[in-house]
């Protein structure tokens, strides 16, 4: 789509109802995808409790790894979103992005996030930021944005990764995660919104907000992590379980049937269900707060992401569906799941009507298990426990000149094509003239995310930052494209060459206080060279870079 | 095109090690009075009239904008004429070469080529280590030193069927032969399975795989054919020179199981010079891993390519070999003081053809030898000098 038509389209204004409070008959926003994402680390909360001489803690949290953090997992949920909805990047008008602790507390946290999704230039949308109902915030404004017309697909992302307080209350509690959702602008009289023409899987029918400002997590101006120095007793009499109840109440007495289930975001893994007791609907998000803690923004949507792939919630919606059709005679109505997110002192419910199966969506088990870390290392990767010895610092400074040359490259994964051979040279800032033919007919492409390792080697003896064992991968990608870029660790003692490996966006470094993100190599089970796959063709008999490309 | 023919009259080094009592002028100063007392006619250190100064990496000892002026002044000439070459690790062979051709074009007559390198004055943490953090996501992060030529060796042992024995017997030999060297950082004996046995640095290369970092200096002085012998009977020639660059980076690679600058900078020595490699009785390659002795031997064509492992273990690059490859004991085990690497190890092919090298002496029948560097990230220059007693 060129950027005339793109104009054109974002002005085009979709005839919608705009009163979408009331739950009138008129639904304007659909769902078309939704996806979401779990760090690599999961710690036994009662490790967590043992480290501070109490039995404290149940379940597992997730943390993410050293080169993991809100971004990377926001990365990963919105991708799997716009492959679900089958919505590409340069359709989407607005990218909104709802985490309590953003990567740049100030900075380009939204630049960054919106070019390694290969979003246009002049993506809208906004951060919302500065407690865990960001992302609720973040949904609520891509909402008005499509039913105001300015907006035809909006990609809302809620991701959080706290580190929280050593000895607090929420160390046990604290996890990570993200979930993202496509949303759709439905006009009057049409089909939807969907690429097919049919009607979305699930609507957004009902949304209440009400505030209660009192504190309990917080972070102040230059701390590094989250404290949670208030009176439990107190949070949950007084503010918690009063508030969400009144704000679930305030949807659910709108809606047009019973709400089969609800998902809410959880601090300590039993408000929540104080909350859906009162609100008298089973709490359909418990297995994600007993499998990855308070994941924060993300708790409300990936709970909701949850529900809707969750076969023992279909059964009941199955069976509310039917008595409900009996009851209304509409056939429409395929049932209800509340969503409510917390943070701040506010809190915030949805309704969502999926009538139908939500592409993307995902239990909490499908998210993998992720690999049980000891106290101490959980620690280490949330940067918590630091070696004495200053680490070596990057040799280019991230705010220096070839980061601002180097980023837009760097997080958009750019190569540079040669027109006349074919050789794809990377990056496109340091390859004026092609590696292949010398050539200067070159243009700038999205490289392919997947190839196959050409050679390797795992680094054992480097210096802090880094951590051995760090695999370092030369990759051929599917377009013909040649990459060296970092491993898993978790590779290392598997990797082979030949083996089929996907490039994923990680942190490569937390360089002066300021992020560095990139792309790794991950290797794809059982695609070894000896796993029946074909074999990479080989180099050094004779074949040259431009033959290998030939065949692309 | 005509050049006048250049000679070798004098060369020598200090021993080289971990030289921490040592200042950067103090082992110049070290080498290039090596030098001249092996002039077998003496030469007065006034007639010297350009220095060439090989220095790759001030910023290991905290002189990165370092010029070529330190040297001259280090060594009693302040007021020569000096230029300081930088070409990665062959920055010496290169030195020399341009050393060479400053002769040859007739514009000076005596000219000191000096390489000069402090790799131990910082913590190894803060020197060699600290590339792994030079590079952006894009450039490398993570890339130590055996980062460049490990990749190699995975993809030589999955496409030849090397292996870790193959790369363990090139560091045995080359530390036997340091033992023979009076000047080797390393005078030890070593068996394979020490090899085999020592940590993992960067797979598949252990540490007895990798060069040691060592503070050295060497020197070289060069005169016209013509005036040779004015300073000895026993000159030994430039009989011919090559340099070539590939692309920079790993990535930009074409293949992993050989150097293409290798290659054409030895192809372009051989032309220059008249020989192929069945005219060597003896090379001097850079072997600052295990694998890259291996790639040397192929690329510089004294074995097929793929083959360099099993010759290795076989003994084919022995002292007593077929070709004997680094009879000082290499960068593995002589090491590897990066400005005057490829100067070392040209000295070692002047007393080898001036059969001076003692224990070590290599059998000298055809008169030729050859000294070979290849470095700068993914290998991305190589230089090749070939000497010859032959008149």
């Known amino acids: ?552 | 095109m005509s050049w006048n023919k250049v000679a070798v009259v004098g060369a020598g080094l200090i021993k080289m090690g971990e030289l921490f009592e040592q200042s950067y002028e103090q082992m110049a100063a070290g080498a290039f009075s090596a030098a001249l007392a092996s002039v077998d006619k003496g030469l007065d250190k006034s007639a010297v009239d350009a220095v060439i100064v090989a220095t790759q990496r001030g910023s290991l000892w905290g002189q990165e904008g370092i010029g070529g002026n330190t040297v001259p002044s280090a060594i009693g000439l302040s007021g020569v004429a000096c230029t300081r070459v930088e070409n990665a690790c062959p920055s010496g062979s290169d030195a020399f070469r341009i050393g060479a051709m400053v002769v040859a074009s007739g514009v000076h007559d005596v000219v000191l080529v000096i390489g000069v390198e402090k790799m131990r004055d910082k913590s190894t943490q803060e020197g060699l280590l600290a590339r792994a953090a030079a590079g952006h996501p894009l450039y490398n992060r993570g890339e130590t030193a055996p980062v460049l030529f490990a990749p190699f060796a995975t993809r030589h042992m999955h496409e030849f069927g090397t292996t870790p024995e193959m790369l363990a017997s090139v560091a045995v030999k080359n530390h036997h032969n340091g033992c023979l060297d009076p000047y080797a950082h390393f005078q030890s004996e070593i068996t394979v399975e020490q090899v085999l046995a020592s940590p993992m640095v960067c797979s598949p290369l252990r540490l007895l795989d990798c060069c040691p970092q060592t503070d050295g200096a060497a020197a070289i002085l060069l005169t016209s054919a013509e005036r040779a012998h004015e300073f000895t009977d026993k000159p030994v020639y430039v009989a011919g020179f090559g340099v070539a660059t590939d692309h920079p980076y790993l990535h930009e690679k074409s293949s992993f199981v050989g150097l293409p600058a290798t290659t054409l900078a030895s192809g372009r020595a051989y032309d220059m010079a008249g020989v192929g490699p069945r005219d060597l009785d003896m090379a001097e390659v850079h072997d600052c891993f295990t694998i890259t002795e291996i790639l040397d031997i192929e690329d510089l064509g004294f074995v097929e390519k793929g083959k360099g492992g099993p010759a290795s273990l076989e003994g084919e690059t022995a002292l007593d070999g077929r070709i004997p490859v680094n009879p000082s004991g290499g960068l593995l085990a002589k090491g590897h003081p990066i400005g005057a690497t490829g100067i070392a190890q040209l000295t070692e092919c002047w007393w080898q053809l001036r059969e001076e090298a003692g224990e070590r002496q290599v059998a000298i029948r055809q008169g030729f030898a050859l000294q070979h560097n290849v470095g700068g990230r993914g290998s991305g220059v190589s230089v090749v000098n070939i000497l010859t007693r032959n008149p």
């Open chain 1, 1 to 552: 789509m060129s950027p005339d038509e793109k104009n054109a389209d974002a002005m085009h204004t979709d005839a919608i109802n705009a009163d979408a409070t009331s739950g009138t008959a008129v639904k304007p926003v659909g769902i078309l995808g939704v996806g979401a994402a779990a760090p690599s680390l999961r710690l036994a909360a009662k490790d967590v409790g043992a480290a501070w001489g109490s039995s404290a803690g149940r379940g597992t949290v997730a943390v993410c790894d050293a080169d993991e953090d809100t971004l990377t997992l926001a990365w990963r949920a919105a991708n799997a979103a716009l492959d679900a909805a089958g919505v590409s990047p340069a359709e989407v008008s607005g990218l909104w992005w709802g985490t309590a602790r953003p990567p740049f507390a100030e900075g380009p946290s939204h630049a960054f996030l919106a070019t390694t999704l290969g979003l246009d230039r002049s993506v809208g949308g906004g951060l919302a930021s500065g407690s865990p109902h960001a992302g609720m915030e973040a949904l609520l404004a891509a909402w008005d944005a499509l039913a105001a017309g300015h907006a035809r697909y909006a990609l809302v992302v809620t991701s959080d990764a706290l580190v929280p307080g050593l000895g607090t209350a929420g160390e046990s509690t604290t996890g990570a995660g993200a979930a993202a959702v496509v949303l759709g602008a439905i006009a009057e009289g049409s089909a939807g919104p969907s690429a097919n023409g049919s009607s979305p899987p699930a609507r957004l029918v009902g949304r209440a907000t009400l505030a209660m400002p009192a504190v309990d997590r917080y972070r102040a101006d230059g701390d590094r992590v989250t404290g949670d120095v208030y009176d439990a007793r107190l949070f949950r009499e007084q503010v918690f379980v009063p508030l969400l109840t009144d704000t679930g109440r305030g949807v659910a007495e709108g809606a047009a049937t019973p709400l089969r289930a609800w998902a809410i975001a959880d601090p300590d893994g039993k408000l929540a269900s104080a909350v859906a007791k009162r609100l008298g609907a089973p709490l359909a998000s418990a297995p994600v707060f007993g499998a990855l803690g308070d994941t924060g923004s993300a708790a409300a949507l990936l709970g909701l992401v949850h529900a809707c792939a969750d076969n023992a919630t279909n059964a009941t919606n199955t069976a509310n569906a039917a008595n409900t059709t009996d009851a209304t005679g509409s056939a429409s109505s395929g049932g209800l799941i509340g969503a409510i997110g917390y943070g701040g002192g506010r809190a915030t419910a949805v309704v969502v009507d999926a009538a139908r199966a939500v592409p993307g969506a995902v239990t909490v088990d499908m998210l993998g298990t992720g690999r049980q870390v000891a106290y101490a290392e959980a620690l280490r990767a949330r940067g918590q426990l630091e070696p004495m010895a200053d680490p070596i610092e990057m040799g280019l400074p991230p705010g220096g000149a070839a980061f601002v040359r180097g980023n837009p490259e760097m997080l958009g994964l750019f190569g540079a094509r040669c027109r006349d051979c074919g050789t794809i040279s990377t990056p496109p800032s340091i390859h004026p003239t092609c590696t292949g033919c010398g050539g200067d007919h070159l243009e700038v492409v999205p490289l392919a995310r997947r190839g196959r390792v050409e050679t390797f080697v795992v680094n054992q003896t480097m210096p802090p930052p880094f951590q051995a064992p760090l695999p370092l991968v030369v990759i051929d990608l599917e377009d013909g494209a040649r990459l060296m870029v970092q491993g898993s660790p978790a590779d290392a003692a598997d990797l082979a060459v030949g083996d089929v490996v996907t490039l994923s966006l990680r942190r490569y470094a937390l360089e002066r206080g300021i992020p560095v993100y990139g792309y790794k190599a991950f290797r794809v089970a059982g695609t070894g060279a000896g796993s029946g796959v074909p074999k990479g063709t080989t180099v050094g008999s004779g074949q040259d870079r431009s033959a290998r490309e030939g065949g692309s």
